[in-house]
């Protein structure tokens, strides 16, 4: 009997701490207990979502019986185009995969989490820095032979086991492997660690691979369900009944985010602010896709992140438990979590009332060495004392209509309305692109002083021209998205200046200068 050609090929792309390397340990077990020639190589990283960990395994799919005597060759390395099966434990993973070139349509199999854990750079990103799901799902589905995607993380969670092991169940119902699945749940027992977890994520992961269609997303929570949601109603009833359709599903929506982030009162704010730019998209007769555009930033901008709201994500029950899932904690184990912050004198006074912090500001004027202190702490949020610190800071939402930050941030957002309702009465497009460049401003400390500067340098060289008439609407839609794209992409506004000066050169803004 002749022995194959080549080996079987397969590379694991996984987080630090997912449990890749336990994973490749199973597979390859698995396999010499079979006897079955196999070799595995790894490029470990560390338990954090920018250090990806590479595993590649090979397997000659015939036993050393067969093979008289003879030595098969291993490869340490995968080659582009060599691989038969990416396994990943999050979307993206499969997807740099794709972009390696392990991916190809004439031999790849990829077998892949739908769940997403967003890397610094998205999180960092001055605007919405996540990569689109369907983009990257539609790279793996024109590039590789064949899928089996579903969301691993939400399996291994109910089973209350790694999500290796629900990869392993989809591997195994693959039928790639040259072996049964008994072989590769004997390579779990034989482990011994968390043995009966283990074996629960893999049973879960087989049956989830077997009745998943080829390619699916995670469903999306269902964000309309809320406690007090009777209470808002009212207020969802004359969004519906005031705005089209198109503006109206995305009011609602910011009405419930508001409600939660704040109170009612300040959903009705948001409200009335969108009943009075109604009149701006009917002006510029844009058919309720000006209002929508805006109705969706007004809700982002008036849920603006600061200290309260920080400690609040901090202590939420399921941050904690998805923490504690992810370090692998058994039920019953204590986990501890620290929070290492270094709040600043800006983030200071954006919970002070408004006359104090304008005290200390101004303080700050004359003695810069206040701004370069910091206020170094490291809270247990897992400790009693830790979590009633957070605690208290998250239930200052009461007086977070007081503070020196909501005080900056509504005025802000009433001057923002305001130029793109003056921009309405020129162009739909020249409202839009003002609307847009909300997603400037967000964050808080430095990140949020980048967005303001940025903002402020587009409304003077190019929005304040446009709206004072001496520059056509059709260049200065052009001129604003350049210069919004520029600040995203470059937040130290390196590019945004290039931008601004390259902008300046044209025709229009210098016969405009002149």
């Excluded at 929005?463 to 200065?476: F, K, M, N, S």
Aim: aromatic share 6%; net charge positive; glycine share 8%.
């Amino acid at each position: 009997m002749s022995a194959p050609s080549r080996p079987l090929t397969l590379l694991i792309a996984a987080l630090g701490g997912e449990g890749g390397g336990v994973l490749t340990h199973w597979i390859v077990s698995a396999a010499s207990s079979l006897g079955f020639p196999v070799q595995s190589t790894s490029i470990p990283g560390v338990a954090q979502r920018t250090g990806a960990t590479t595993y590649y395994i090979e397997i000659l799919p015939a036993p050393w019986a067969e093979l008289d005597g003879r030595q098969p060759v291993f490869a340490l390395t995968p080659g582009a185009g060599d691989v038969d099966i990416v396994l990943a434990s999050e979307l993206l993973e499969a997807a740099r995969a794709v972009g390696n070139g392990f991916v190809t349509a004439d031999r790849t199999m990829v077998i892949a989490s739908s769940h997403r854990h967003y890397a610094i750079a998205e999180k960092i990103a001055m605007g919405d820095g996540r990569n689109d799901p369907a983009r990257l799902l539609d790279a793996i589905a024109q590039n590789a032979q064949a899928a089996l995607i579903f969301d691993m993380e939400a399996v291994a969670r109910e089973a209350g086991a790694m999500i290796s092991a629900v990869m392993l169940g989809a591997l195994a119902a693959s039928r790639h492997l040259p072996f049964p699945h008994d072989a590769l749940a004997a390579a779990i027992r034989a482990e011994g660690k968390s043995a009966d977890a283990n074996i629960r994520g893999f049973a879960a992961g087989l049956r989830a691979a077997t009745q998943a269609s080829a390619i699916s997303l995670p469903a999306e929570p269902d964000k309309r369900t809320h406690g007090g949601a009777r209470r808002l109603r009212s207020l969802e009833g004359e969004a519906a009944t005031s705005f089209p359709p198109v503006a109206a599903a995305v009011a609602v929506e910011g009405l419930r985010r508001l409600y939660r982030y704040q109170s009612r009162t300040y959903a009705k704010l948001y409200l009335d602010r969108l009943k009075t730019f109604a009149a701006a998209d009917k002006t510029a007769k844009a058919g309720g896709a000006l209002l929508a555009a805006t109705a969706r930033q007004l809700a982002v901008r008036m849920s603006y992140e600061d200290v309260i709201r920080v400690a609040a994500a901090k202590i939420a029950p399921d941050r904690i438990g998805r923490i504690e899932r992810s370090g692998g904690a058994k039920p019953g184990e204590r986990v501890r979590i620290v929070e290492f912050l270094k709040p600043g004198l800006d983030e200071i006074c954006q919970i002070l009332p408004v006359a104090l912090a304008r005290r200390l500001l101004a303080a700050a004027e004359s003695r810069p060495w206040l701004r370069d202190l910091h206020l170094a702490m490291e809270l247990e949020t897992t400790s009693l004392s830790g979590y009633l610190r957070l605690w208290g800071l998250a239930k200052l939402r009461a007086f977070r209509p007081w503070t020196h930050r909501y005080r900056a941030e509504q005025q802000a957002i009433e001057d923002w309305l305001a130029l793109a309702a003056e921009a309405a009465r020129r162009s739909a497009a020249l409202a839009l692109e003002i609307v847009e460049c909300a997603r400037l401003l967000k964050g808080y400390g430095d990140t949020l002083a980048r967005g303001r500067s940025n903002f402020a340098l587009i409304e003077a060289r190019v929005i304040r021209p446009l709206l004072a008439g001496t520059i056509p609407a059709e260049v200065g839609v052009d001129a604003i998205a350049s210069a919004r794209t520029a600040a995203l992409l470059d937040p130290d506004g390196t590019g945004l200046s290039i931008c601004l000066a390259e902008i300046e050169r044209r025709k229009e803004f210098r016969i405009a200068a002149e």
